[in-house]
């Protein structure tokens, strides 16, 4: 037991490939950035159509978070990667296929919309009316009334759980590995098959992948603590 | 379209069989996450030379991503435990695992949120500690994170389907092998994909629903 | 003596679902005179209020500003036609309001504050915003805290803030909603005065208040709402030294020390 106890810690091997698994990480940070955008984006404009006046848009705002809050991450990206393809192809009549790139970065950014959606549409109607009367009283029109009181005090309150989101974020990109992106955990995968030394390449992906987390929590913890600190005051 | 007929329906023993296995691997997996949040919480908190590991250990479950946790449960585990000796075991371990880094701070959480009054109650009633913990702090603690546990409980199901990386015979594996067999993924990933997001929505709608239940039955603050 | 009146208030209905809150309200409000508007809670003033610049749209009757309808136009064909919302907005610039909650903006500074409205309604250059925001605020004595955040400003301060924001977009009339009921007593003088400055100015405002000193003292008339009518008005003299209502009576002696 000890000998394999041994192995899975020497963690040399892992430490000779490092250039590898290095791209491998900067492949993650890369999906990341990129859902994140779509996760934003296409989050913020389901939590509109949520509070939206007319209710097929609210309707449609709410379908939108169900579906893609519950459900799990590489079912959708399966999905993504093999059947929207083919169904764009249908429409177009012609044959469609995604870099597995893009595919993780529309799965991901979706499902995570949904959840960008929920905290959005709280901090939204978390703002005191009287805000908004405010703004109203004095003329202005709904959209600015959206990016001048609304939003700024929204990324204020949600900052901290948004963050909170990233991190979940970004270690769901382990799983673009299962369609073929070359993250870390591909690499990881392609060397073992090269070098068949599961032990230690599997232990180090984890530490490295649990050090990276814990200074992005810690520090994500840290800050909150102070930031609602100073919008509570 | 008779494809749904085709591909889905007349297959559904072997989705079945799948949603079974899922169903079964998130069960153990939650009481293991549950027992072992509990655990984790009390040595944290109780017992003072194994703070620092308890510590660790609960900042490693839960900022590991689900998917290397679970490769190194079930591929270097075993090399130096002997543990998990099955696929099977590796799934629910690792997910529970996971799930347990979580609760074991939404317990902690719960326990410093309770009170101090309630305890001065107890012990002025002549209730011993272990007395006060069980009857009076921990049911409190239970009922206020009702909706976190639920919560939790969906993402282990949610991340169950990477267990199907691992040859868990799961609903997401048995899709998969029913794509290799037809070479036609639309109808069947889409009704995987709709299973899997009912199943969660029905868990979610049970946690809402309890938690209003609760609040109104006990006023208590439902996270 | 300019003929229009500033405000005119015409035949207002508002129905909250079953219950119909104001029924039937008009009254006129001439170019530089203080309107005060009292009852009891229930009575309707708020509501009056809120209508007046279309926050709530009343059910019938109009609101004139300097003769032009708020809530409808004359379109080109002659035919009249609600109002869109960007044209409501727009005539909105002309009536500064000052609301019981103050409803300042917590994500900006007192001075962000002030010519926020200036900048992205009236579409005043940055420089001149600022300069005539720092004007009014010296009137309400509030140029010191002009780069505070609200939230360590006192109610009295936040309210005299907010009363400079109105200023500040040179409105052609102020709308007060109960600007003194959520102040701590020893706060209500402070705003209490800057209404009374800005009332000795020639300031047209609607005040809808509790404070019967200050109706008395202030108003060039006062307005007794009653259960969504008007009940009895007239110069501040008759309506606290010569009732004629009984229900005035009632309301009165409440106040009677």
């Given at each position: 037991m ?9 963690l040399?091997m892992?430490w000779e490939y490092r250039?590898i ?17 779509v996760?934003?984006s296409?989050?913020l ?9 007319f ?20 079912i ?17 009549r ?24 929920e905290?959005f549409?709280a ?11 405010a ?5 202005m ?10 939003l700024?005090q929204?990324?204020r309150?949600?900052?901290p ?9 970004f270690k ?5 590995s299962?369609?073929?992106?070359p ?6 995968s ?19 992948y649990?050090?990276i987390?814990?200074?992005l929590?810690?520090g ?8 609602r ?5 | ?6 591909l889905?329906?007349n297959q ?26 509990l655990v984790l919480c009390?040595?944290?908190?109780y017992?003072?030379?194994l703070r ?14 689900i998917f ?33 880094g979580?609760l ?7 326990i ?5 009054g309630q305890?001065?109650a ?10 006060t ?6 049911p ?9 546990i639920?919560?939790?409980f ?7 389907t990477?267990?199907?990386?691992i040859?868990?015979?799961d ?5 998969q ?9 639309i ?17 979610s ?8 239940r609760?609040?109104?039955?006990y ?5 | 003596?300019?003929d229009v009146p ?8 508002k129905?909250f ?11 006129d ?7 005060s508007v ?6 309707g ?5 809120r209508?007046v610049?279309?926050?709530?749209p009343?059910?019938?009757?109009e ?10 136009r004359v379109?080109?064909r002659?035919?009249?036609r609600?109002?869109?919302l ?12 000052v609301f019981q909650?103050?409803?300042?903006w917590p994500?900006m500074t ?5 010519i ?23 009137r ?11 939230a360590?400003l006192?109610?009295?301060q ?13 409105p ?9 009921s959520?102040?701590d ?6 705003v209490?005065?800057?209404m009374r ?6 300031t ?17 008339r006062?307005i ?14 008759d ?14 002696s409440?106040?009677?020390k």
């Amino acid at each position: 037991m000890s000998d394999a106890l041994k192995q899975s810690l020497d963690l040399s091997m892992f430490w000779e490939y490092r250039a590898i698994l290095l791209q491998g990480l900067i492949f993650n940070a890369l999906v990341f950035l990129c859902a994140a955008s779509v996760a934003l984006s296409v989050g913020l404009g389901a939590a509109l159509l949520r509070i939206n006046r007319f209710w097929p848009m609210r309707w449609i705002g709410t379908l939108h978070v169900e579906v893609f809050r519950n459900a799990p991450d590489y079912i959708m990206l399966v999905w993504v990667h093999f059947v929207l393809p083919l169904l764009i192809g249908m429409v177009i009549r012609r044959r469609v296929e995604f870099h597995p790139f893009v595919s993780a970065v529309i799965a991901l950014g979706f499902v995570y919309s949904g959840y960008f959606a929920e905290a959005f549409r709280a901090g939204i109607q978390a703002i005191p009316q009287g805000n908004l009367d405010a703004g109203r009283a004095f003329g202005m029109s709904e959209r600015l009334i959206l990016w001048r009181i609304t939003l700024p005090q929204v990324v204020r309150r949600m900052l901290p759980e948004a963050l909170n989101l990233f991190i979940s974020m970004f270690k769901a990109t382990t799983i673009v590995s299962l369609i073929a992106v070359p993250d870390l955990m591909y690499n990881v995968s392609m060397v073992i098959q090269q070098e068949m030394r599961p032990l230690p390449l599997y232990t180090g992906a984890a530490i490295t992948y649990f050090l990276i987390i814990l200074l992005l929590s810690s520090g994500v913890r840290v800050f909150s603590e102070r930031w609602r600190r100073k919008i509570l005051a | 379209m008779g494809n749904w007929e085709r591909l889905v329906w007349n297959q559904r023993d072997v989705l079945l069989a799948g949603l079974s296995v899922t169903v079964e691997v998130c069960a153990i997996a939650f009481v293991a996450a549950v027992v072992g949040g509990l655990v984790l919480c009390l040595i944290r908190l109780y017992v003072a030379p194994l703070r620092p590991l308890a510590i660790l250990l609960i900042e490693f479950f839960r900022d590991t991503p689900i998917f290397v946790q679970l490769m190194w449960v079930a591929y270097v585990w075993p090399e130096i435990f002997g543990f998990p000796n099955t696929f099977f075991n590796a799934g629910w371990l690792a997910l529970g695992l996971q799930s347990s880094g979580y609760l074991a701070e939404t317990f902690r959480a719960g326990i410093e949120a309770v009170p101090r009054g309630q305890r001065d109650a107890a012990f002025s009633a002549g209730m011993s500690q272990p007395q006060t913990f069980t009857r009076i702090v921990m049911p409190q603690v239970l009922l206020a994170s009702a909706p976190s546990i639920v919560n939790q409980f969906t993402v282990i199901v949610k991340s169950s389907t990477l267990i199907s990386v691992i040859t868990v015979p799961d609903l997401m594996s048995q899709s998969q092998k029913l794509v290799n067999v037809w070479y036609e993924p639309i109808e069947i990933l889409t009704a995987t994909a709709a299973i899997y997001i009912a199943f969660v929505f029905l868990i979610s709608l049970t946690g809402k629903l309890l938690a209003d239940r609760l609040r109104r039955r006990y006023g208590l603050a439902a996270s | 003596m300019n003929d229009v009146p500033r405000i005119r208030i015409a035949d207002i209905h508002k129905s909250f679902g079953p219950l119909e809150v104001l029924r039937g309200v008009s009254f006129d409000v001439h170019r530089g005179s203080v309107v005060s508007v009292v009852g009891a809670s229930g009575s309707g003033k708020s509501t009056l209020l809120r209508c007046v610049n279309h926050l709530e749209p009343p059910d019938s009757g109009e609101i004139f500003i300097e003769g032009e309808s708020l809530g409808s136009r004359v379109d080109e064909r002659g035919q009249r036609r609600p109002r869109s919302l960007a044209e409501i907005n727009a005539m909105r610039r002309e009536l500064g309001v000052v609301f019981q909650q103050f409803n300042l903006w917590p994500h900006m500074t007192v001075l962000g504050n002030v010519i926020e409205a200036p900048i992205r309604v009236r579409k005043m250059p940055r420089k001149d915003a600022i300069a005539y925001g720092e004007e009014c605020l010296r009137r309400v004595k509030m140029i010191d805290k002009a780069n505070e955040y609200p939230a360590r400003l006192s109610g009295g301060q936040q309210q005299r803030a907010a009363i400079a924001r109105a200023l500040a977009m040179r409105p052609k009339a102020m709308l007060f909603d109960e600007a003194t009921s959520s102040l701590d007593p020893e706060l209500t003088d402070e705003v209490l005065g800057v209404m009374r400055e800005l009332a000795a100015d020639g300031t047209t405002m609607i005040v809808v208040t509790h404070e019967m000193g200050f109706a008395r003292e202030v108003s060039d008339r006062v307005i007794f709402l009653h259960q969504g009518v008007i009940e009895e008005e007239g110069a501040p003299a008759d309506i606290f030294d010569a009732p004629k209502s009984e229900r005035l009576r009632q309301f009165l002696s409440k106040y009677r020390k």
